[in-house]
């Protein structure tokens, strides 16, 4: 086989052999971070994946923008950094491994925390990081000679200074306050891992006796409070009314008898007591509930005096003042919940449910049935309790006022803007930030404990004991949450806390953050907040918020709805480079993307569009380009086609600069499938001068550096086929073509792909054979046009189909007009159609689009549909509009034609 031979391309485009055979070469070639010590940095780390994971749509999404982001950069000569690896993934990874012991007969708790942990690493090493190898796959050009993971000993090292060092500066201290609870895990969540679920339950009301004999005005001896929660009513403390709910005034600063318990609680008042809703009165139980705990607090109850009725599992146990009796102790919640309101009812302080039956009569419920918004811990799978425990918090209002003002000032770019009100609103009023987890893995709390309880914290267990004295320590046994280190992340990947590290000092700031704007507030904002605090500096300069990938109806994808996409179905089945095309063509700022299947398979026809268009240059002696520059050209259709890529290099720059991947996707699009392959491809066959080849292969090759960052695999097939190279496509040299657009050589070609259009539509439109010949009349063209039309008879003979276009007056008789620039040509129709019909035809035609359009017009324009309709069913009418409106425009058109 000679050289010439192996580099011809195959007649079928094949993604699955070219992907594998490339990303093993840019890898084990280090061609995703080349040596380029004097360049500019450009900096992205990507969000850590869990370790446990496995790629799904959303990483898709979010790594394919990353990933043309950083070959761009690379392609303009970058120092191009992407800083890659995993979260060790607390509460995930510990499942994960204790279901695997299970499954064996075994469990966590057989084995010392050293044991376990072991085992944790264990599993890592055989199964943990699956998600590495699915991000090759998808293309991503991560530096992976520096995978990181965040338990490595350099990441760890820097997690527990960050503790150490805020705890010292009094921005880490531990608490009293309630959290997530899951009974399940047996550990705090944060918000990010409680999921709302919508559950049928009930709305119960009772009667709280009135103490000391006092009334209400109307003379009633009790108050009725209503719940979700009958069983916390056992640590109840407190019933709060509106102050200026006129029912109540009264009786604020009295007391009630709560039954079971006959606990003494206080009527007190407070703006969480809404008069409009249910009875205006609201049991107060600050230990389970986190409005409630607020109110509390405003009512003059200290956290530690709050009382916890339940334990770690979810039970009962006894409060601190001991009135809970003895029965309902060791109760599960839910059981709890079926004897307090047993209880009640056969004291007569439940307060029935009234409906009517078919008849008319009034039927007693205990409770009222209602759709009840409930927190579910999204890994372990139940209820989730609000618990009041000792945790360890960041003092998170302290720490988000520098990124505070890096937004207000662009020091940190949101993109889109709309997000910065979002930012702000929850910045501005942030929470305490709880950090501890009660889990074996994870980053072990360097904080020791001294038989009285004072807290000694420190790097190391030596530091602790020097702090300590001769007094006995015991470590804190919880870990940090997850989101506590890989908040980290863009320092402390690149050598912190070592603050001569060269990567450090080279690539912090990071240029770019790319993140779904569901982690805004649990990733990207602590980010910020850890970055500027320990770095005084942003962490990033930009932050570009994408939206979720939705399925094909718009509905979020769930696995109990059965909708969702498998991104390495979509690579097996049309290959990693459509599925990438597809996420940038169709990511929007500010929107979501909806999943299309079919528009996945398009795109991957676009390459094999490509593809082909590759080998018929190859076939017809056009080949690798040795010039950065376009040679010199002579032809219209050389210069034309040489300004259609400067024009397509600045739409694509400005495109990135401004992050509009739709933008980008859309430029490079139109100029493959339409300049390229529909027009310049047709101009020049039959006409493979030198300069044309010349012209040719420089295009092709434009093309390949422009789409690469999109489509990676194959245009480095096509580049590493079309000739010899100083290098691979990834590494080569971004568009610099050094010339302008020609504005005559524009004009002359454009009016050419008019003229060549219009004919071809209207051929269709009459029903005439697209190969059939017609002639053409122009009487009194202006001076361009004539020349136009002179110098490119061989274009409008082959591809125009006109034998002629005579500088005449047309023939009496049945003709069409086709425009074409400042032309009006007049196309003779005798004989070849009976045009009174075609008319009669197009005209009821016309007719019937017309109607459905103003129908459908109508329809979009009454808010009654557009409220009440079901979205799939409103952006069908909305397409069905849009047909409809073009059919009419096309229609009219033609009829306009034929005079």
């Known amino acids: ?12 485009f094949d993604p699955a052999g070219i992907e594998a055979k490339w990303y093993g070469h840019w890898e084990a070639n280090n061609l995703f971070r080349p040596e380029r010590p004097d360049a500019a940095p450009f900096t992205i780390v990507n969000p850590p994946p869990n370790v446990t994971g496995s790629l799904h749509i959303g990483h898709a999404l979010d790594n394919t923008l990353q990933d043309i982001v950083i070959r761009y950069e690379r392609l303009r000569g970058k120092d191009a950094l992407w800083v890659v690896g995993t979260d060790h993934a607390g509460i995930a990874t510990q499942m994960v ?13 057989n084995y010392t925390r050293e044991g376990f942990i072991d085992k944790v690493w264990e599993w890592k090493a055989e199964s943990g990081g699956t998600i590495t190898g699915q ?20 990441f760890t090292k820097a997690v527990v200074k960050v503790f150490v060092d805020l705890y010292n500066q009094g921005l880490i201290y531990r608490d009293k306050r309630l959290v997530n609870w899951d009974p399940k895990l047996k550990t705090a969540i944060s918000d990010l891992e409680v999921e709302t679920r919508e559950v049928q339950g009930h709305f119960w009301r009772f009667r709280y006796p009135l103490a000391d004999g006092v009334t209400l005005a109307d003379g009633r001896d009790h108050i009725v409070v209503a719940t979700t929660r009958p069983e916390t009513m056992l640590a109840d403390m407190a019933v709060a009314v509106h102050p200026e709910d006129d029912r109540y005034k009264s009786v604020i600063g009295k007391f009630v008898k709560l039954p079971i318990t006959g606990r003494l609680i206080s009527i007190v008042a407070d703006e969480h007591a809404d008069p409009a809703l249910g009875t205006g009165a609201v049991k107060i139980t600050p230990g389970h509930d986190f409005n409630d705990f607020e109110v509390g607090k405003r009512a003059g109850i200290a956290a530690n005096q709050m009382l916890n009725m339940l334990d770690a599992d979810a039970h009962v146990v006894q409060v601190a003042d001991g009135l809970i009796p003895h029965e309902f102790i060791g109760m599960e919640r839910f059981d709890a919940r079926k004897a307090v309101v047993a209880r009640l009812k056969a004291e007569g302080l439940l307060v029935p449910h009234i409906t009517k039956n078919k008849e008319g009569e009034e039927v007693e419920h205990d409770a009222e049935p209602r759709v009840i918004q409930t927190p579910y811990g999204d890994r372990g799978g139940v209820v989730i309790e609000p618990w009041l425990t000792d945790q360890w918090y960041v003092n998170a209002a302290v720490l988000a006022q520098k990124p505070i003002k890096a937004v207000r000032s662009g020091a940190i770019e949101i993109v889109p803007k709309s997000w910065e009100k979002t930012f702000f609103n929850w910045m501005e009023n942030i929470q305490p930030w709880c950090v501890s987890r009660q889990l074996w893995w994870g980053h072990r709390i360097p904080a020791w404990y001294a038989e009285d309880g004072q807290v000694f914290v ?5 530091e602790a004991q020097a702090l300590a004295g001769n007094k006995a320590l015991t470590r804190d046994s919880d870990v940090l949450d997850t989101w506590f280190s890989s908040a980290l992340w863009p320092f402390a990947t690149l050598g912190w806390p070592d603050e001569d590290a060269p990567l450090l000092k080279k690539h912090y700031p990071n240029d770019l953050l790319v993140s779904g704007f569901d982690i805004l507030f649990f990733w990207d904002a602590r980010m910020a907040m850890q970055g500027m605090h320990f770095m005084k500096e942003v962490p990033w300069k930009k932050l570009y918020l994408h939206g979720l990938v939705r399925a094909a109806d718009g509905a979020k994808m769930s696995k109990s709805k059965g909708n969702v996409v498998d991104p390495l179905g979509l690579i097996d089945q049309y290959g990693a480079d459509a599925l990438r095309f597809f996420m940038a063509a169709m990511e929007s700022q500010g929107r979501d993307v909806k999943m299309d299947e079919k528009r996945v398979e398009g795109y991957r026809n676009f390459a094999t569009k490509l593809w082909n268009a590759a080998r018929f240059c190859q076939s017809n002696g056009i080949t690798a380009s040795t010039s950065v520059a376009a040679p010199v050209a002579t032809s219209a259709v050389n210069k034309w086609i040489i300004g259609e890529v400067v024009e397509t290099v ?9 992050l509009r991947f739709d933008a980008a996707a859309s430029a490079i699009y139109q100029f493959v499938w339409n300049a390229f392959c529909d027009w310049y491809i047709e101009l020049i066959k039959g006409s493979f001068d030198e300069e044309t080849k010349a012209v040719a292969g420089w295009v092709l090759d434009q093309i390949l550096v422009m789409l690469h960052p999109f489509m990676p695999f194959v245009t480095e097939e096509l580049w590493s086929k079309l000739g010899a190279r100083e290098s691979e496509l990834i590494v080569a040299a971004w568009p610099a073509p050094q010339a302008e657009v020609d504005a005559e050589a524009k004009r002359e070609v454009e009016w050419l792909i008019a ?41 409008i003979d082959r591809l125009a189909r006109l034998d002629a276009i005579h500088f005449a007056p047309a023939p009496a008789g049945a003709a069409m007009q086709v425009g074409a620039g400042d032309a009006n040509i007049i196309v003779p129709l005798e004989g070849l159609i009976d045009v009174a019909a075609e008319k009669a035809r197009l ?57």
Not at 768 to 786: H, I, K, N
């Open 650 to 658: 600045a739409a694509l720059d400005k495109a990135m600069a401004e």
């Open 843 to 899: 005209a009821k035609a016309l007719a019937t689009s017309e109607k459905e359009r103003d129908s459908l017009d109508k329809r979009l324009s009454n808010p009654a549909f557009v409220e009440k309709a079901k979205p799939e069913a409103i952006d069908k009418a909305r397409a069905d509009h849009a047909h409809h409106s073009a059919e009419a425009t096309r229609l009219a058109a033609a009829l306009a034609r034929l005079g």
């Open 135 to 154: 991000l090759r796959r998808l293309g991503c050009s991560m530096d992976w000679s520096r995978e990181q993971f965040t338990m490595d000993p350099h």
């Open 97 to 109: 491994v204790e279901r695997q012991m299970e499954a064996k007969g075994d469990k966590r708790t």
């Open 1 to 12: 086989m000679t050289e010439e031979t192996a580099n011809m391309l195959d007649k079928t």
């Open 458 to 462: 420190a790097e190391t267990e030596e």
């Open 755 to 795: 003229l060549i259009g219009n004919l071809r539509g209207a051929k269709v439109e009459l029903g005439l054979a697209p190969g059939s010949r017609l002639t053409a009349y122009l009487p009194d063209p202006s001076e361009a046009t004539r020349g136009i039309i002179t110098r490119n008879p061989v274009a």
